[in-house]
């Protein structure tokens, strides 16, 4: 019998949590052929960021935490990059999986390529088209250095083939995130967290901001506190805050600025949600408005309209196939939009493959990439044969 091939799977952020959970349960499935190892760098350490994933979704333990901590990018990638170096030395792995586009993404990605160990890449090929965004950065510069890119759209593999990445290296399987998210729906349907803040079905919309170019920006904080107040005139508005976002707002707003957010009777500011509870608040919401890329893509597989409150996006799937538009931190034009949102939920069809078996087609690709088989293929072909040679 051959030595289960290892699988090294960084994660880093809470994004990262969400799509390795469908990865983990997936491999766990072939025993005799892989051994996944979940490697967490700490970029997000946070309880509701972090640990809270593993509790809820029965996430196995990390077999190595980096804590390589918050800071700016070029020390959080420059620590990742060394942990991780470390950890692959004393112990290589057959390949390494990254999601994702954080900066733990490259820099893991960065490690492996140098020491000659394959890198496969969950959510491949997705562009914004916007270089000032980090995680645009990230994405490129990730694929690049693949070995496996596992894209989630089709647009994704229109992107990477059009940067001259060889198709052979391109597999479209779907969308990790989404086998999380529909394996989780029964569990949200019992969260109780609309009773404990009080909240109707389909009468309530849900705002999330963290990114670096709204919630570090002096001006896009005003903006972002003029958008609280105009939505909060027309529906009741949960917010729960990103420690980012609730630290710049506090200290780079004015002081009348923040305690009128404070005071907002309509408005519910909350800590950070674990998984389950989100997921409830975000399939019960009449609209979520969002700076965020999963969801975009979690609100098209539940039928929620959603307004991403940035000027582009690297999911226009979301866009062109599901529920989402792209309106800008412009509270005038959200004002708008929200007037045309209906309290009936919108239907749509889900894009290609995300079907809730995205991480079954990677394992079964790695498979044949390791030429390897399970146990129940083996007897498969063994029974086969037999068949041909009585």
Known sequence: MTTPKTIAMVAAARPNFMKITALSA?????????TANIIHTGQHYDYYMSKVFFEELKLPQPVAHLDVGSGPHGMQTGRVLERFERYLLDHPPDLVMVVGDVNSTIAAALAAAKLHIPVAHIEAGLRSGDRRMPEELNRLLTDHLADILYTPSPDAEWNLRAEGIPGEKIVFVGNVMVDTLLSSLPQADDSTLLDRLQLTPGEYAVLTMHRPENVDDWHQLRLLAELIDQVCRILPLVFPIHPRSAK????????ANWDKIVANTELRLIDPLGY??????????????????GIQEETTVLGIPCLTLRDSTERPITVTHGT?????????RVVDLLGGVSQVKTVTDRPAKWDGRAAERIVRHLMDYFNCRSSEDLATAQRRTSKVTA
């Open 26 to 34: 997936a491999f766990r499935n072939y025993p005799g052929v892989f």
């Open 324 to 332: 989402n538009t792209v309106v800008g931190l412009n509270p005038g």
């Open 276 to 293: 389950i509870d989100f997921l409830c608040l975000q399939k019960n919401a009449r609209v979520v408005l969002t700076d965020s890329g």
């Open 248 to 255: 710049n707002l506090s200290s780079l707003l004015s002081q």
